[in-house]
């Protein structure tokens, strides 16, 4: 593929960008962009993904590394580069999670840590509080019959997974007469690491970045070859950095030559409780010596919720700069209701009747209509969905799917079974595609004899699997649609999908998402 000059590079896909966009779009510094709702951030990266890449900035073999907070996030970014300069180019481009290049960086490295801290190679991944506290009640009065009373210091389950969040290493040697939370934490290290019965590690993915960021610190070559790789670095929404993903992305990045760019806002830092970092733009300006812009236009909201977003900010910030809308939106544009009611439950009817109202009256889908809820969204959200389901519309709370629905054969289960269900879904088919030939090592290269055998197999799957939904479909037992997931999974080959996918090669994880998928 031909090659851009700079000076002739131009947006792509007829999106425009307002000048402090187009000015970060083609910098060769480190930079922070600090935007509101709307503003464009991760359009902005995906541009700035385009222009390194056809202009030969980032020229091969060097990639682009782009880290979000969440895998719905970085799952956007990908997909929109791709669409922007191309599959062949967006091979360069990785869009992953912190907590995916922390684990990245271990699973690669991992013999290159003290004995002492490596872990088994097939370690479990620790989710959830209690999954630590049942290992804590399992095996403290084991290992260390010294802590007979530690429960009644660590009450709550949380404070285990903080003393782990709190660790530094590498740990400091036990002396009897430290706090009873500092010797806890040590054999609690030791447990997860070694202790365990079955001979496998058990880490949280804060203990991962530990691990990690220890690793690079220990070994000057590790962190170069880092360097080398990445020559470029993309933070998205980087308000939510927590204080160990920072320190990693310090250890890794700080003393390379690669160009970093960070994305975010303030004002929507929402995730003090999981230590998201407070202070972390002035800490990024002051490291990495960052020139800090600042978006002015909100593309997404209508000119009156802009002038209420204006007020609210300069409520929340004295020195907030005043935010505008494009030519596109007419000065009287948009509509802003604050409505009043007695109850909760009051609240949830008629809102409830209201969307009831939108979709019989207005067409608009039930898809389309997302209710947001500041807190206890389960609690509020009953009434809400009861008196949808009266009505014939189903809703669902989006939270405890939206982890799970990013994940890659998560994506691809759910759209084998379109496609066998609608047989004529183009979209569906796209993603079925594109995954088999990437864990199949198909490309460019390959045999056509070889991808059109392939496709017989694949259209021969998809009938089979059509029968199988059929029953299900008719039956709705459980044990069938078990059969269905795991029919697909033996398609692709569960090997493959490890050998492919390095989050998925370690441990129980790849089980465990089929497990929650099916449940």
């Known amino acids: 593929m031909s090659l851009v000059h700079p000076d002739k590079w131009n947006v792509r896909d007829g999106i425009e960008l307002e000048k402090t966009a187009l000015d970060v779009t083609k910098s060769s ?63 360069r481009f990785e869009s992953i999670t912190y907590d995916t290049f922390a684990k990245h960086i271990l699973d690669q490295f991992r013999l290159a840590l003290d004995k002492e801290y490596r872990p088994s190679k097939n370690y479990n991944i620790l989710l959830k509080d209690n999954e630590i506290a049942e290992i804590a009640d399992k095996y403290i009065t084991n290992c ?68 990690s960021d220890y690793l690079l610190r220990e070994n000057p070559y590790i962190r170069k070859a880092l360097g ?10 980087f308000q939510d950095t927590t204080d160990i993903q920072y320190s990693l992305l310090k250890t890794s990045f700080l003393e390379s030559k690669a160009t970093l760019t960070a994305v975010g806002d303030e004002k929507q830092r929402i995730m003090g409780w999981a230590r998201a970092l407070e202070g972390v733009f002035s800490k990024f300006s002051n490291d990495f010596s960052a020139d800090t812009k600042r978006l002015v236009l909100n593309h997404r909201s209508s000119p009156k919720l802009v002038a209420i977003q204006n007020i609210i900010s300069k409520n929340l910030e004295q020195n907030s700069i005043e935010v505008s809308v494009p030519d596109k939106w007419g000065e009287l544009d948009g509509t802003c209701e604050i409505w009043a009611f007695e109850s909760s439950e009051d609240e949830a009817i008629c809102l409830a009747d209201e ?17 947001i809820v500041k807190q206890q969204e389960d609690i509020y959200g009953a009434a809400f969905k009861n008196r949808l389901a009266e009505q014939g519309v189903q809703a669902r709370e989006e939270k405890e799917y939206q982890d799970l629905l990013s994940e890659e054969i998560v994506q691809v289960i759910l759209n084998m079974i379109i496609l066998a269900i609608e047989i004529k879904a183009p979209d569906s088919r796209k993603v079925v595609i594109d995954f088999l030939f990437y864990v199949n090592g198909f490309d460019e290269n390959t045999k056509y004899q070889v991808l059109y055998e392939f496709e017989d ?22 044990v069938l649609l078990n059969e269905i997931i795991y029919m697909i999974i033996n398609f692709i080959d569960k090997s493959k999908i490890k050998n492919s996918f390095p989050q998925y090669s370690r441990g129980n994880y790849l089980d465990e998402m089929i497990l929650n998928l099916i449940h």
């Open 29 to 91: 510094t480190n930079n922070i962009v600090i935007a509101g709702p709307g503003a464009g951030k991760t359009e902005l990266l995906a541009q700035r993904a385009c222009y390194l890449l056809e202009t030969g900035v980032c020229c091969a073999p060097s990639k682009i590394l782009a880290i979000s907070f969440k895998k719905d996030a970085a799952a956007n970014l990908a997909e929109r580069v791709k669409k922007r300069c191309g599959k062949e180019l967006s091979r």
């Open 457 to 478: 197999q694949l259209g021969i799957f998809i009938a089979d699997l059509n029968k199988k939904l059929i029953v299900f479909l008719n039956q709705l037992e459980k």
């Open 228 to 237: 080398m790789t990445y020559s470029h670095v993309f933070l998205d929404e």
């Open 355 to 371: 969307v009831i109202n939108w979709i019989n009256t207005e067409g608009i889908k039930p898809r389309d209509v997302c209710i």
């Open 144 to 211: 260390y019959p010294d802590y007979p009373n530690w429960r009644n210091i660590i009450r709550r389950n949380s404070e285990l997974s903080n003393l782990l969040c709190n660790t530094v290493l590498p740990l400091a040697p036990i002396k009897p007469e430290e706090s009873m939370q500092e010797l806890l934490n040590n054999a609690m290290w030791d447990i997860l690491l070694r202790k365990m019965e079955n001979g496998e590690s058990s880490l949280t993915f804060p203990m991962i970045s530990k691990l």
